[in-house]
Nanobody, 120 residues
Framework: EVQLVESGGGSVQAGGSLRLSCTASGFAIDDSDFAWYRQSPGDDRDLISTINKHGETYYRASVKGRFTISRDNAKNTVYLQMNSLKPEDTAVYYC??????????????WGQGTQVTVSS
């Protein structure tokens, strides 16, 4: 069974830090691209950061310089280190993985989401 399990969310004060983890099971992540999204109630689910199988990264402008995405293929885990957190970062954070298929297409899987709350 293919599954993504997220952890590391919680409540922090503004300026604090959290590290989110996304651990995959049912497949090896080496050849997969990953992304972190976040969503607040009533809002769209927004792309925050990506990391591809080569380790190349992308960050949304509002988090660049504060968040760092990384991966540890040996642990089958992708991380999102979040520093200098702001109340605007409050949201449910989701991990997504794109697994390459034999025909060249990718299949996308989602984690269950983890709540991040930042108080002022």
């Amino acid at each position: 069974e293919v599954q993504l399990v997220e952890s590391g969310g919680g409540s922090v004060q503004a300026g604090g830090s959290l590290r989110l983890s996304c651990t995959a099971s049912g497949f090896a992540i080496d050849d997969s691209d990953f992304a972190w999204y976040r969503q607040s109630p009533g809002d769209d689910r927004d792309l925050i950061s990506t990391i591809n199988k080569h380790g190349e990264t992308y960050y949304r402008a509002s988090v660049k310089g504060r968040f760092t995405i990384s991966r540890d293929n040996a642990k089958n885990t992708v991380y999102l280190q979040m520093n200098s957190l702001k109340p605007e970062d409050t949201a449910v954070y989701y991990c997504a993985a794109e697994r390459p298929m034999v025909d060249g297409a990718g299949e996308v899987d989602w984690g269950q989401g983890t709540q991040v709350t930042v108080s002022s």
